[in-house]
């Protein structure tokens, strides 16, 4: 994808965002995201948009400070008052991004063809996975994302987030995984050991201990651990994926039994290693 198409997907997802808050009260839990109510949620995402605005907008060579980030989203805004501020941020991010010269320079922290480039891609994939966090807490699936998003956005995570430190999907014995799309050019090999997670997209004979293939937007949010292939356990268990602590939640990834599943996506191996990606691919 080039940067003009990170850019519209953001303006698309934003926009879908906004539409699934008003129609669904600020109060609403968010079940993929079991510490947020709906109202975090959209405030979150507008601090960030605002946070990423201004790196290339102030051609900032290193990350904002807290006393400046501060400054920059200013006080919190009520309730009533919240969506115009989120639109409001989300327009002025989708305005920078779209205005900013091609050689901006700027500090980014994922590997990229540019910092431009890099602000333009992360925030599509922030607002796409939070949009779908937003149609959750309403309660009502929206759009699929966009094929070409979602492939990039498994790129993204797997070769951009997860083979540095930012995860601590570890195995003492190499244990592999492969990722192949069903409605678009794409296919990753996962090796877990002991190290940080190595990736590669080339095509390999060898069998991995556990494949998952399926359309790109199911990947892309099962990944995210935003969608499960378990089937909702009877009352009183645990799905079979489920090893976390219930008590250690965070903002980006809810135990397994709570997430809807991935209708379409098939599984084939060691389903063991969809617990262990669980437990550790979320990023903090």
Not at 199 to 224: F, K, M
Not at 244 to 269: I, K, M, Q, W, Y
Request: hydrophobic residues 40%; negative net charge; contains cysteine.
């Amino acid at each position: 994808m080039e940067i003009p198409d990170h850019i519209e997907g953001l303006r698309r997802e934003g926009t879908l965002l906004a539409e699934a808050a008003a129609r669904t009260d600020l109060a609403a839990p968010v079940p993929t995201c079991p510490d947020w109510r709906l109202g975090d949620l959209v405030r979150h995402v507008g601090r960030v948009h605002r946070w990423a605005a201004a790196h290339p907008a102030k051609g900032l060579r290193a990350p904002m400070e807290e006393a400046a980030l501060k400054e920059l989203i200013g006080p919190d805004p009520s309730d009533a008052a919240l969506l115009d501020w989120f639109r409001d941020g989300h327009a002025a991010l989708v305005t920078v991004l779209s205005e900013a010269p091609a050689d901006v320079d700027c500090w980014s922290f994922l590997p990229s063809t540019s910092p431009l480039a890099f602000w333009a891609r992360r925030q599509a994939h922030e607002t796409a996975v939070h949009r779908f966090d937003a149609d959750a807490a309403a309660g009502s699936p929206g759009p699929a994302v966009d094929t070409a998003l979602a492939l990039d956005g498994i790129d993204e995570l797997l070769r951009g987030f997860l083979v540095g430190g930012r995860s601590t999907v570890r195995s003492e014995r190499p244990r592999t995984v492969r990722v192949r799309t069903t409605d678009g050019p794409g296919c990753w090999r996962l090796t877990i050991t002991d190290e940080p997670l190595s990736v590669t997209t080339e095509e390999s004979p060898e069998a991995a201990d556990l494949t998952l293939t399926g359309p790109a937007h199911e990947l892309y949010l099962l990944l995210w651990n935003r969608l499960t292939v378990d089937r909702p356990a009877p009352a009183g268990q645990s799905s079979p994926t489920d090893r976390r602590d219930p008590a250690d939640r965070n903002a980006t990834a809810e135990p397994a039994g709570h997430l809807r599943p991935a209708e379409r996506v098939e599984v084939s191996g060691d389903r063991d290693l969809l617990g262990l990606w669980r437990d550790g691919a979320a990023i903090r």
